[in-house]
């Protein structure tokens, strides 16, 4: 079973990511320390698509790499 798209978002907001708005049922996460936004769209009771889990991981294992 996916993870929730609010799990998703607390492993960002954990690992010291920030919220910098979006336009829907968007949200863009910003970390100084990560090369690029992650972006994570759908409510937060959604299950979380292949790609939103890939783009969380790699971006988490990019700050703690730094």
């Given at each position: 079973m996916p993870p929730k798209?609010?799990?998703l978002i607390a492993e960002l907001e954990r690992g010291g990511f920030t919220n910098r708005g979006g336009?829907?049922?968007?949200?863009?996460?910003w970390h100084?320390?990560?090369s690029?936004?992650?972006t994570i769209s759908g409510k937060t009771?959604?299950?979380?698509e292949k790609y939103q889990i890939k783009q969380v991981?790699?971006?988490i294992e990019e700050i703690k790499s730094k």
């Open positions: 798209i609010r799990e336009k829907g049922s968007h949200r863009n996460y100084r320390s990560c690029k936004i992650v009771g959604n299950d979380a991981k790699e971006a």
